[in-house]
């Protein structure tokens, strides 16, 4: 059964940085292309950042271009995300996902979700 688990979301402010987690289980981590995306209340989920299995390419949105680092460690099944000068308009459940496709982008192509951790950044 395949797991994926974020953790180290929680409550910021302005200006301040938080490291994020995702752990995966029951899956050839290092055969899939992990993405980080976001979903704020009222909006769509976005695509944050992504990194392929490799780590050969990263994509960063726009919103995280510049301030947002993803990176992950095959040995250890664990995907990354710095994100530093964070912004109110940050806070949103920030969820990772796995995809077989080298080429996802949108919430569709990705095969499988962790639950999703909260972060809130306040002004």
């Known amino acids: 059964q395949v797991q994926l688990g974020e953790s180290g979301g929680g409550t910021v402010q302005a200006g301040d940085s938080l490291r994020l987690s995702c752990a995966a289980s029951?899956?050839?981590?290092?055969?899939?292309?992990m993405g980080w995306f976001r979903q704020a209340p009222g909006k769509e989920r976005e695509l944050v950042a992504r990194?392929?299995?490799?780590?050969?390419?990263?994509y960063y949105g726009e919103s995280a271009r510049g301030r947002f680092i993803i990176s992950r460690d095959n040995a250890k099944n664990t995907l990354y995300l710095q994100m530093n000068s964070l912004k109110p308009e940050d806070t949103a459940v920030y969820y990772c996902?796995?995809?077989?496709?080298?080429?996802?982008?949108?919430?569709?192509?990705?095969?499988?979700w962790g639950p999703g951790t909260q972060v809130t950044v306040s002004s």
């Open positions: 996902a796995a995809a077989k496709n080298p080429f996802a982008y949108i919430r569709r192509q990705y095969d499988y």
């Open positions: 029951g899956l050839t981590f290092s055969s899939f292309h």
């Open positions: 990194i392929t299995a490799s780590s050969g390419t990263k």
